[in-house]
Nanobody, 117 residues
Framework: QVHLVESGGGLVQPGGSLRLSCAASGFSFRTNTMGWYRRPPGKEREWVASINIFGGTSYLDSVKGRFIASRDNLKDTLYLQMNSLKSDDTAVYYC???????????WGQGTQVTVSA
């Protein structure tokens, strides 16, 4: 059974940084493209970043240059380093496993990030 467990969210001031983690289990993490999504208050969930099995990344335009997605295939863990945070980054952040060789699309439970003075 696939499990994706996010951690690292919290309250941070504008301009601050947070690093989110997503511990994965129940599938072959190293052979799966992974992603981060977020749901801002009162809005639809949106894609934030993806990282493929080779470490190649892509980002939502509004987070380019501020967020960095990475992965540790030995620890089966996905990361999102978030820098220069803005109030618009306030959202519940979700880890996502794209459909792959050993799993269907899967979501974590989410972690709250609040950017406020």
């Amino acid at each position: 059974q696939v499990h994706l467990v996010e951690s690292g969210g919290g309250l941070v001031q504008p301009g601050g940084s947070l690093r989110l983690s997503c511990a994965a289990s129940g599938f072959s993490f190293r052979t799966n493209t992974m992603g981060w999504y977020r749901r801002p208050p009162g809005k639809e969930r949106e894609w934030v970043a993806s990282i493929n099995i080779f470490g190649g990344t892509s980002y939502l335009d509004s987070v380019k240059g501020r967020f960095i997605a990475s992965r540790d295939n030995l620890k089966d863990t996905l990361y999102l380093q978030m820098n220069s945070l803005k109030s618009d980054d306030t959202a519940v952040y979700y880890c996502y496993a794209f459909p792959g060789p050993t799993t269907a699309a899967s979501w974590g439970q989410g972690t709250q990030v609040t950017v406020s003075a």
